[in-house]
């Protein structure tokens, strides 16, 4: 496929050190040569390909020197788009970066719209829609696990478990040609049903498998929404602060939100947390207090996370007792604080209200017990150790969305066979889900999905 050449910022805006200038197209190298001047007069064009060369850009109108910068020279097919493609590293900043970039642009590029780059790669080859959707997911990743999945995702592995799946469902929908196509040879049902059967659940069970991990993705990728709760002076500004500098904050305000919640991004090893409301918890100490047991209930229930602190050196209260009470049924871990001061509180009566939850004890003031509670954090959400590198995360909502649809076409085969429903008719959806799996990886996608999914992606991706 032949395209034009496209050129975008490819680096975050704002005043990091270096920034980079990307094209991509089968004029990039001509265009970049078109402004560049390296010191010993070098051609770009007559350049091996992977090389960087050092020099400034000039307009070519004027011969006005615009920036010092080094220049990447990468020519197709070995390339992220398999275009030939030029980085131009110059200093950050926003003012120099944007003259780089129009200089380009006046000299024959084009300004690649969001995901351009992505899209090329996709649309040459170079990866699949659930590769390309990586991509975007690794632009948004916000800590080292959420990325290791998005990685993961990236070289293949939902790939190449879905290719797996449509395989099986294909060779069972030969395998019914056959029977169909040779009926005198055997008894149609009596061979077909059961094979149908058999590998119709294990796709649907593989499928499950997928949609399981799948919350724990989206908690990844967005950050498990956590809140802290508790009566006035427990400890809960304390422990926000000590979450707060203890972990790196990832993010402490999302750009371009009008809402009024403040949302704090900390990494409790490997797990996001976005701590969420927590100016309204500093204003006014008490969340139940200030909105009422039901709104604050509601508010609640979009946590994924609470964590409730309760003071070792007083007795459990009647307000206590009430949060319990809000929070039945939620997520929530127990956090005693201040055992550094004379045990009032009756644990007892505290693990009888917890149940099955756990219960930590910190003293926040002394900086103990803040290991457990991470660790109880963590664990609580990867139950049993698991490590990221050894499965498949899907945490992607489209993903998800079409993995569910597989899930119920696939089940509604099943059952027909069950039934003895002609084999003919179950094909029908045994078809369904393979096209429905295919999209995932963009077998069978329409182009209007593609221009919408790379829309999305940030702007010189
Ligand atoms: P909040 O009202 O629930 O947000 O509680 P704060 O975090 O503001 O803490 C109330 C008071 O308790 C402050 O004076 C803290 O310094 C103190 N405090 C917090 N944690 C501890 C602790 O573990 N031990 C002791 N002795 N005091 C603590
Ligand atoms: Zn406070």
């Not at 100490?285 to 946590?303: F, H, T, Y």
């Not at 099955?356 to 004890?361: A, W």
């Amino acid at each position: 496929m032949e395209f034009d050449t496209i050129a975008a910022i490819s680096t975050p805006l704002g005043e990091g050190a270096i920034a980079i200038v990307r094209l991509s197209g089968t004029e990039a190298i001509s265009i970049a040569n078109k402004v560049f001047r390296s010191p010993n007069g070098k051609n770009l064009a007559e350049q091996p390909s992977h090389t960087i060369h050092y020099g400034h850009l000039v307009d070519p109108k004027t011969n006005d020197v615009v920036e010092e910068v080094m220049i990447s020279l990468m020519k197709g097919p070995k390339t992220f788009t398999r275009e030939d493609v030029v980085e131009i590293n110059c200093h950050g900043g926003l003012v120099t970066v944007n003259r780089v970039l129009q200089l380009i642009l006046i000299n024959g590029a084009r300004l690649a719209e969001p995901g351009e780059f992505t899209k090329r790669a996709f649309l040459n080859g170079r990866i699949d829609l659930s590769q390309a959707e990586a991509v975007m997911d690794l632009i948004r990743a916000k800590t080292d696990k959420a990325m290791n999945v998005a990685l993961g995702q990236m070289d293949g592995r939902l790939s190449r478990l879905i290719k797996t799946l449509r395989q099986a469902l294909l060779e069972t929908l030969a395998q019914v040609e056959v029977n169909i196509d040779y009926p005198e040879y055997d008894d149609v049902e009596e061979m077909t049903l059961p094979m149908m059967i058999e590998k119709g659940t294990w796709v649907k069970e593989e499928i499950e498998k997928l949609l399981i991990t799948s919350s724990q993705g989206k908690i990844l990728r967005e950050g498990l929404s956590t809140a802290i709760v508790g009566r006035p002076n427990v400890g809960k500004s304390s422990l926000l602060n000590s979450l707060i500098q203890e972990n790196k904050a990832i993010v402490t305000e999302i750009a371009g939100t009008t809402r009024d919640i403040i949302e704090e991004y900390v990494n409790v090893r490997g797990v996001p947390l976005k701590l969420v409301d927590t100016a309204g918890i500093r204003e006014t100490e008490d969340i139940v207090e200030r909105i009422g047991v039901e709104k604050s209930r509601q508010v609640l229930k979009e946590a994924d996370l609470i964590l409730l602190v309760l003071n070792n050196a007083e007795h459990l209260s009647d307000e206590d007792k009430r949060i319990f009470e809000t929070i039945k049924g939620m997520d929530y871990i127990v956090i005693i604080n201040k055992t550094d001061l004379p045990n009032k509180l009756n644990y007892d009566e505290v693990k009888q209200l917890a149940g099955d939850k756990r219960v930590v004890t910190t003293s926040l003031l002394k900086e103990e017990g803040i290991d457990e509670l991470e660790e109880s954090i963590s664990s609580l959400f990867f139950e049993g150790n698991i490590e990221v590198s050894d499965i498949t995360y899907v945490s992607n909502a489209r993903h998800i969305a079409l993995l569910n649809l597989a899930k119920s076409t696939i089940t509604d085969a099943i059952e027909a066979a069950h039934n003895h429903v002609p084999v003919d008719m179950i094909q029908i959806d045994v078809t369904r889900t393979w096209e429905i799996l295919g999209e995932i990886i963009g077998d069978t996608v329409e182009e209007s999905l593609i221009d919408q999914l790379f829309a999305q992606f940030c702007l010189g991706k």
